[in-house]
């Protein structure tokens, strides 16, 4: 596919992910996976026919390296036209440091809920 469809001035959202995951060399499969969606799901976002919740549109950036902002509105920082295998590691870092935050988040949510289960539980 190519960026040279990608015009900045008309960019949606949906055409700024999938110009961000060329650039980031992945595959729909790949990034879907990575994300925990299915590729029906992801082709879905970059056609712009559904958008992605805010947990999903975080994981994206990440694993992209691209900011939340530029995803949303086209402002700040995109993929870069030089971007070299060491940006991608560093991609990559940030990313992965990004699902981790996302994981202890969640853990947190999850352990609250099991310990409001439990006094709900032993209450009776």
Do not use: C
Not at 1 to 22: F, H, L, P, Q
Not at 47 to 62: F, K, S, T, V, W
Not at 82 to 109: F, I, V
Request: proline share 3%; no cysteine; hydrophobic share 40%.
């Amino acid at each position: 596919m190519g960026k040279d469809w990608y015009s900045e001035d008309k960019a949606t959202m949906g055409d700024r992910i999938a110009v961000a995951r060329e650039a980031a060399g992945l595959a729909p499969e790949i990034l879907a996976r990575k994300l925990g969606v299915r590729t029906t799901t992801l082709a879905g976002w970059e056609d712009d026919q559904r958008e992605p919740r805010a947990n999903h549109l975080r994981m994206i950036a990440g694993l992209l390296g691209v900011s939340l902002i530029w995803l949303l509105s086209g402002q700040g920082a995109g993929p870069s036209a030089d971007d070299t295998p060491g940006d991608r590691g560093k991609a990559d870092r940030a990313a992965a440091m990004t699902e981790l935050r996302g994981l202890q988040q969640s853990m947190r949510d999850a352990s609250r809920r099991l310990a409001r289960l439990e006094q709900l539980l032993t209450e009776g």
